[in-house]
């Protein structure tokens, strides 16, 4: 491969030895940015899709059998396959690939200062089989009989009889896709692990690790230690629907409340896997934008571990009213409620990074302090949910889904345009547009706000999720919760038509934005002492490090930032 | 885009070889998938009396000769393992060999006694345990399968002194199968 | 709080609008406190020309004080919490009271449609007089109800929003809740879980009546005549 010889593509670096072709540079490398860029452009494209799904379903609840430009008259059917498939990708193809497979491919060898991921092999494989299935999913949306719409749980006995869900095939492939998610998910886990424990740069000690590659690390093992149960479930899932097993089926011996125990007992750790790369780059820019050392950089580690642990101890809560033992839910609740306090205490931690800080409010500033503003209204909703009383009204309302989508709309979309127009400089070598980025922050997060407020409203006066149609309902047809609907749905208009301003943004500033230097930010942490965009093998020689990555304005220091790499 | 290895890989901080921590999170990784399905199973197994029926028409002589064979072909995997450290890559090739002979007894020994079950009617819809029985250890003899298939990779370098370190990897891969087993055997055929 | 938007109908409402209530103003108060201080923080520390950051690690005692005394207060909040929590729960879902008055009704879901099944003048499930309703069901105010909640066929969840109830259905299974209504009215029966293509059409009706208009309700659909009963 070494040898290949560019054809039709115009090299841009035509300073370096051989040029590799455009196959060998952008499908089939094992450099772990291509392969970060690979996961960013496909988890955000298959975003786009899900905010195309969600135009869509949100269009009908709105203006119900409105004809909605660009899909057409929405039927019960499609309503379910477009609502699953929006969760499934924006959890499976879009938070997961994003947050931990691009930002962790993309940091972790840059920012322990190593050439690559301990693998770079397996890296490319990982994400093959990633694509493999997305490619499993597509296929999924066109097959006889339509895409699989039994919610993005699954729930057996629906998903695991043709003759219920009425879509065979495609709940076949979707239950493949998924299995095919988490495996190529398990291999680039491992790789991210074994990489941060092993492969760090001389003298750099377990604190001196920046908190978003710890971050990513024990996301990563928490989605190996509670993914395990359920990719056995698929299999069953799987035997059930086609060969006819009863492992789920009530009538033959089996139990569907088996299925929710392994697919929360995964669900619910997952919130916390993608959770937690986000917070951790949340706390790379909040020390950078303050000029500031993160406060209790140890307390921040315990919290997470804190979170990892208790996070395994709380699926049964979403299944208070799923028909398992009452007595349970008084234990779940505990467990549920006690998750809050590491949740809180390391929002309290980033909030007092803050104190006494140099704040200045570039793009990258004002996605962070987002995350943290809306992610507490995400956190505090949550606690209605884990109580067991409150639980039984709220369940599956619209409730629920505002609190979740406070939770994983500042996770995955603010999340990850803090980080890009963050590295952007360094992944890509130019510089974003701050006013367009401005523009098309505040155009996302206003929006946001005005979806998923009035469906709180609209939770608690009890209007109940996956329903495809309220106005057959006399009580949810009362004209002030149609025009919260509609509110909340002109919104998401509204919040995704700004995107068209993120993409010429991003795409113009690729091409003609102004050369990014090597440390534009002015930041300690190993990446920005790389070129930008760092060549294969990332730096000539690699960094030994000296000191931990958040030493910003320290007393008796002419230069405010102090990076790790610099000997005194 | 050399094919040499990233200095990334060479590196240990953790004290470890890097090939030998990845064995371990896969094994990890494994323990949880594996774990899912006999908690699934032991969960079925007290709630259903009938799993006990069931259980009685599994052949039990086979599953025992199989748990022998499959300890035996560890103990090559130990000696070879041991072969390797002494830097004799040919009888560690010899080893992995008769390693992966042991993994296709198994496979063999397991086809007859599945055709067997399945000519008396016990497929895999026959019942729950069925289920779980055909599920679980085919779930397992997967694992054996892509175990001898990598062991034989591995053999083909050790022949040639490359590449030594591997044959521990694919060992402590093969006693993890071996252990999960150990725990299928008494639940799927002694467990009564 | 949620009755300024969905009337209170059932005795259980009461308890778990309370317990809404206490959480809503107990999480209220960290929420604004933390959004407060945060965006005063903001305000506070922007950059000002010849202003030098601090150096704060935050692992002095001092300084971690700012967030474990916090947290410890979390704490307790969450203790109150998960004690007015496990009440509501325990009154609504582990007990099941009794009353000599009581009566039981039978739902099951459906793909997809609620089939309620009520008992006929001898107040008795099973019977020849049995009520048999598809998307409509009839109970008397004041009066305890137990219901049988089971499916034919996929999961379901037999939600009343007026009663603050919610339970999933599920094949081959019976399981037992119970409501007491304290209002009248008709309200909405949703079903709360996905259960299909058709989970969007199931609106069933609950008709909260007095005891007159049930009596006569009964006595105009039960296919066996109320004398008879009173006669046999």
Redesign the interface.
């Known amino acids: 491969?070494?040898e290949t010889i560019p054809v039709g593509h115009a090299p841009e670096h035509a300073h370096e030895h051989h040029e590799?072709g455009f196959v060998?540079k952008y499908l089939w490398?094992?450099?772990h940015k291509m392969i970060a860029m690979q996961y960013l452009f496909t988890g955000s494209a298959m975003a786009l899709l899900g905010g195309f799904f969600a135009y869509v379903f949100r269009s009908q609840l709105a203006f119900p059998g409105m004809s909605v430009p660009g899909f057409g008259l929405v039927s019960p059917n499609e309503y379910n396959a477009l609502i699953t498939n929006h969760g499934a990708i924006m959890i499976f193809w879009f938070a997961m690939p994003v947050l931990i497979a691009a930002f962790g491919n993309f940091l972790i060898?840059l920012m322990i200062g190593?050439?690559?991921?301990?693998?770079?092999k397996i890296n490319r494989l990982s994400y093959q089989i990633f694509l493999l299935s997305v490619l499993v999913l597509f296929v999924s949306f066109f097959v006889e009989g339509g895409a699989f719409g039994g919610a993005w749980t699954m729930y057996p006995p629906l998903s695991a009889t043709a003759e219920y869900n009425q879509t065979p095939l495609g709940t076949t492939l979707f239950v493949t896709a998924v299995a095919l998610e988490f495996v190529a998910f398990?291999m680039g886990?491992?790789?991210f692990?074994?990489?941060a424990?092993?492969?760090?740069a001389p003298g750099?000690r377990m604190y001196d690790i920046p908190i978003v590659v710890w971050m990513i690390v024990l996301a990563s093992i928490i989605f190996?230690?509670?993914?395990?149960?359920?990719?056995?479930?698929a299999?069953?899932l799987l035997?059930d629907h086609n060969?006819?097993?009863?492992?789920f089926d009530p009538k033959?011996?089996?139990?569907p409340v088996?299925w929710q125990h392994?697919f929360w007992f995964f669900g619910h750790p997952e919130v916390y896997v993608v959770l937690l790369p986000a917070v951790g780059i949340v706390a790379e820019i909040i020390t950078v934008f303050a000029r500031k050392k993160l406060f209790a950089y140890k307390t921040v580690l315990y919290t997470a571990f804190g979170t990892g642990v208790l996070s395994f101890t709380v699926w049964a809560h979403h299944q208070f009213i799923a028909g398992i033992d009452p007595r349970m839910a008084n234990v779940f609740t505990i467990t549920t409620l006690l998750i809050s306090v590491p949740v809180a205490e390391m929002m309290f931690v980033y909030i007092a990074t803050l104190y006494g800080g140099s704040i200045t409010l570039e793009t990258p500033m004002l996605w962070a302090l987002s995350f943290i503003a809306t992610f507490l209204i995400g956190g505090v909703t949550g606690i209605f949910l884990g109580a067991s009383g409150t639980d039984i009204y709220l369940h599956d309302t619209y409730f629920v889904l505002a609190h979740f989508h406070y939770t994983f709309v500042p996770i995955a979309v603010i999340g990850t345009f803090a980080g890009v127009t963050f590295w952007f400089p360094k992944m890509f070598g130019r510089m974003l547009d701050d006013r367009l980025g401005k523009i098309h922050f505040w155009g996302t997060v206003i929006p946001f706000n005005l979806i998923f407020i009035p469906l709180f409203v609209l939770g608690v006066a009890g209007e109940h999720r996956r329903i495809w149609d309220f106005t057959q309902f006399p009580e949810l047809s009362a004209p002030w919760m149609r025009d919260l609907d509609k509110l909340a749905t002109l919104s998401l208009w509204v919040m995704l038509s700004f995107q068209i301003v993120f993409l010429v943004n991003f795409f113009w500033s690729l091409r003609r934005g102004p050369k990014a230097p090597k440390n534009p930010w002015a930041s300690n942490t190993l990446e920005w002492t790389a070129d930008s965009p760092p060549p294969?093998?990332n730096w000539k020689e690699?960094p030994t490090v000296y000191r931990g990555p958040y030493e910003y304005s320290v007393p008796g220091r002419e230069q405010d930032y102090w990076p790790q790499n610099v000997p005194n | 885009?050399?094919?040499a290895r990233?200095?990334?890989?060479t590196?240990?901080?953790?004290g470890?070889p890097?090939g030998r921590?990845?064995v371990w999170?896969?094994i990890?990784?494994?323990?949880?998938?594996?774990?899912?399905?006999i908690?699934?199973y032991v969960?079925?197994r007290l709630?259903?009396d009938?799993f006990a029926e069931s259980a009685a028409h599994t052949a039990t002589w086979i599953g025992a000769t199989n748990t022998f064979i499959l300890l035996t072909s560890s103990l090559f995997a130990v000696l070879g393992h041991k072969a390797a450290e002494h830097g004799d890559g040919p009888k560690a090739a010899r080893m992995l060999h008769l390693t992966a002979l042991g993994g296709l007894c198994f496979l063999l020994l397991k086809s007859y006694e599945w055709t067997m079950e399945i000519t008396h009617g016990f497929t895999?819809?026959a019942?729950?345990f069925w289920?779980?029985y055909y599920?679980a250890a085919g779930?397992h003899a997967l694992h054996v399968a892509v175990g001898i298939l990598i062991m034989l990779i591995v053999a083909q370098t050790a022949k040639r002194n490359l590449e030594l370190h591997r044959v521990e990897l694919i060992g402590l891969y093969w006693h993890f199968v071996d252990i999960v087993w150990i725990f299928l055997f008494p639940l799927l055929y002694i467990a009564k | 709080m949620i009755e300024r938007l969905l009337p209170a109908a059932s005795t259980s409402a009461t308890e778990i609008d309370f317990l809404f209530s206490l959480i809503f103003w107990l999480v209220g108060f960290w929420f604004v406190l933390s959004e407060a201080i945060f965006f005063g923080l903001i305000l506070r520390f922007r950059k000002r020309e010849g202003r030098k950051a601090q150096y704060v690690t935050g692992e002095l005692q001092s300084e971690k004080r700012w967030i474990t005394v916090p947290h410890l207060l979390v704490l307790v909040c969450d203790v109150f919490i998960v004690f007015f929590a496990v009440r509501a729960w325990h009154q609504v879902k582990q007990d099941l009271p009794t009353a000599p008055t009581q009566q039981v009704v039978r739902v099951e879901g459906a793909q997809w449609a609620w089939i309620f099944t009520h008992p006929g003048p001898d107040g008795k499930l099973d019977s020849a007089d049995d009520i048999r309703k598809v998307n409509e069901l009839h109970v008397e105010v004041d009066r305890l109800y137990h219901f049988q909640l089971t499916s034919r066929d996929v999961l379901h969840s037999f939600s009343v929003p007026v009663f603050r109830l919610k339970q999933d259905a599920i094949p081959g299974r019976v399981i037992t809740g119970w409501f007491q209504p304290t209002k009248t009215g008709e309200h909405d029966v949703q079903c709360a879980e996905i259960c299909g293509i058709g989970h969007g059409l199931m609106p069933a009706r609950i008709h909260i009546e007095t005891s007159e208009q049930h009596a006569a309700w009964i006595a105009a659909n039960s296919t066996v005549s109320v004398a008879a009963v009173a006669g046999r």
């Open positions: 491969m070494a590799p060998a490398s094992t450099d060898p190593a050439d690559d991921m301990a693998f770079p398990l886990g491992i790789n692990v074994v990489t424990m092993n492969s760090r750099m190996m230690a509670s993914v395990g149960p359920l990719v056995a479930g299999v069953m035997f060969l006819g097993t009863a492992f033959r011996g089996g139990d088996l392994l294969h093998g690699l | 885009m050399s094919s990233p200095i990334a890989t590196r240990s901080a953790a470890m890097t921590l990845a999170w896969v990890a990784s494994e323990i949880v998938i594996f774990g899912g399905i908690a699934s969960m079925y709630a259903h009938a895999i819809t019942s729950t289920s779980f599920t779930l």
